[in-house]
């Protein structure tokens, strides 16, 4: 079965940090670019960080520029978002996308609370 599986979100206080990671199931992530989504309740769901197949460029949101980091590792087949100096308005479903660069194959992961309160 191919999919994604998130996992590291939860409550942390602002100004913390946590580190969200992304596994792909039953395929390859090299061939794929992955990205890193969020959604707010009553907004829509934006793009926080991508990052290509080969991981050579990144590419995030102007709000998290500075504090979140985009990583992959495809010998581990996951990818990662390290998120710090954490606010509350970064509080959100996260969720992570893969689409295969050649076939545009696309898979979402089934979300990540983060909760970023005192």
């Known amino acids: 079965q191919l999919q994604l599986v998130e996992s590291g979100g939860g409550l942390v206080q602002p100004g913390g940090s946590l580190r969200l990671s992304c596994a792909a199931s039953g395929f390859t992530f090299s061939g794929y670019a992955v990205s890193w989504y969020r959604q707010a309740p009553g907004k829509e769901r934006e793009l926080v960080a991508a990052?290509?197949?080969?991981?050579?460029?990144?590419n995030y949101a102007d709000s998290v520029k500075g504090r979140f980091t985009i990583s992959r590792d495809n010998a581990e087949n996951t990818v990662y978002l390290q998120m710090n100096s954490l606010k509350p308005e970064d509080t959100a479903v996260y969720y992570c996308?893969?689409?295969?660069?050649?076939?545009?194959?696309?898979?979402w992961g089934q979300g990540t609370q983060v909760t970023v309160s005192s």
């Open positions: 996308y893969a689409i295969e660069r050649f076939t545009k194959a696309d898979y």
């Open positions: 990052t290509p197949t080969r991981g050579i460029s990144t």
